[in-house]
């Protein structure tokens, strides 16, 4: 599950359900993924390819056109791109996006772009100025500032070379024994990642008091399925884990053989644990929440862990005084302890050799980054360079979120909009109240408590009043990323010791996020500054632009409440079921219908949607859009086409085939032209806008219609 585990939980809100899925976020593979989300447009000529066949156009309309059903998703792409044109009637998406999609088309695509990343472009350029000069003299600012230098400065980094890592692999290979092992595990001035780890999280059972929840280590195919049944994305990312692990250890002076071995020793281990993790697909169960909700003392923790060192290593910070622990996976926890012992030790130090090549690929030199961006590519079709300062500016995203999110509101945030945005909000709240009291499939009392935790929810819009303080982030020492990152770990358990006894403490989304969420741990609406720009929000957008924007987002997020998940967790996200079991049937029946019409669409021959991994998220949307269709019934006028039309264009977006694969298996959203023509064919005030009738493919007959709410 968390993976990038250092900067996951530097990052962490806990179980937050947000609008898009950044692959960073989510995508477990042992990489240090600072500027995945960033796509970089070339304006490149397609060369021929090397055997002299002219590959200009292989268009992606081929393969999509063989299966695509019941529309074409245009947003594939390959060398060239050729849109075929469509009416409204037929497929929306496509209509109302064919320029932009033709335009962006032009340019050699790196793996995707959407609108997402050209607000986040805006975004990043707009922190790039505030980090590139003048020197920022608040710490919130000069903290930013040298790690953002750092990044850039490509000499210092050359000169380092690989040194800070050799200086951990050198640990590593001194290990001779258990102890030795236990050791190098707790460490020094911070522990070393290893096979689990400490992760403070709000106790499900009384989200205002933390719990110390004891997680598994992330695994290099990111999913535990892979392990049991490898799929075409797990082949892929395999072989590039392996290609960049094997090249880093060759740069590290080891000889190819040796570093084949230790590669298979990685995946010894990993096959031998990965049983016990719970898969993608369990993750997104409606239970899973309740499953990994498993309190723990710390003398059950202590017979649970057996000989392995996760109480030395609570006890040498300090942990050990949280007053709650809990063990989300506890059969890990207990093949963990079963399977650490002399016997393993060889193939312990060899898979932490190769994560660690893994990880610091991009802390590293000029060498090291080259692999690592060979991987990018290997694994999403991920071209060409990054400018320095984009990955200056996704570095200092990933590792001082808050402090930077300081700096952004300070520069980039006014109190109209934050006002502009908590209206949007209130009619959107009210709109569901009365939704909600005529809804006739929950039962009075859970509608009552369906109200209760609406009247409940917290607003946090746009930028706090009042901004958390970050002096006790001290980098001064610091000289090189590596060594970033180690004060910060120090700095994190630092805070652990000082939260995990008192009240939660929740975090803002950072001001400069480009997405928006629904946090079920503490029933929030978050919408960050950073989504307030492009096709999602202007301040002198009409009333119908904002709505098919912003307003759309914000209706989907808080639906989120009130889905399977958010029927699990009450009005303060105490985790208590509030459903009754009649309540949960009717839901899931209409659910199912979801499922079942979403696996019947297929993308492109080969290529299914998944309903099950989609449900969710699709009536979150459908929701939303019930919700403003509603809200626009009461305004006379309201301009429908220029609605639908911002709704459209919410969703442009281009990507490579294997981007496309990739959020299929991987992302709890829909892909993008599905959010737009699954949605919109299920409402009448659609037809009607653009006189939809049978034969039409954007037509869906009334009882094959998908409606939950
Ligand atoms: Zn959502």
Known sequence: MVLMKFKMKLLALAMACAFVFLPNASEASKINDAQQTTVILEKEEPKGSADGTDQKYISANKPIANGGSPWLDVSVIDKKHEVPSFSAKDNFYSYNNDYWIKQMGEYGI???????????????????????????????????????????????????????????????????????????????????????????????????????????????????????????????????????????????????????????????????????????????????????????????LKEMAGRYPIMAYLNKYGLDQAERFSVPNPAYIKALAAYYNEDHLQDMKDTLIVYRMLENMEMLNSAANDIAMEHNLAVRGYKGSVPDWVRGVEYVKAVLPGPLSNLYAEAYCSKEVKQDIEGIIADVTNYYKAMLQDETFFSPEVRQKAITKLDNLKVRAVMPDKPKKWNDIKLNKCKNLIDVRNALLKWEIGEYIKKMNGEVEINWVPSYTVNAMYNIADNSINIPAGILNGVFYYSDYTYEEKMGGIGMIIAHEISHGFDTTGSQFDENGNMKEWWTPEDKAAYNERAKKVVDYLNSITVYEGLHCNGEINKGETIADIGGMQCILSIAKNKPDFNYKQFFNQYGKLWQSVYTKEFGELQVNTDPHPLPYLRVNVILQQFDKFNETYDIKPGDKMYLAPENRILVW
């Not at 522990?191 to 004891?214: G, R, V, W």
């Open 110 to 300: 790196s793996s995707s772009y959407d609108v997402f990343n050209e607000v986040n472009s805006k975004v990043d350029y707009n922190i790039a100025n505030l980090l590139e000069t003048p020197v920022q003299f608040s710490h919130d600012g000069s903290i930013c500032q040298k790690v953002y230098k750092m990044v850039k400065n490509w000499n210092r980094r050359d000169k380092i070379g690989l040194q800070p890592l050799m200086d951990d692999v050198n640990k590593i290979e001194a290990i001779q024994t258990l102890e030795d092992m236990d050791n190098y595990i707790i460490g020094d001035e911070v522990p070393n990642s290893a096979f689990c780890e400490p992760d403070l999280q709000p106790d499900l059972n009384d989200t205002k008091h933390y719990a110390m929840n004891i997680i598994p280590m992330g695994l290099t195919l990111g999913d535990a399925a892979e392990y049991s049944n490898m799929t075409v994305l797990g082949k892929r990312i395999k072989n590039a884990n392996d290609v960049a692990a094997k090249k880093m250890m060759m740069l590290a002076k080891y000889d190819e053989e040796t570093a084949k071995a230790k590669i298979e020793a990685m995946y010894r281990l990993e096959y031998a644990l990965a049983g016990t993790m719970y898969t993608r697909e369990e993750a997104s169960k409606a239970d899973y929440l309740q499953k990994t909700n498993n309190p723990v003392t710390l003398d059950e």
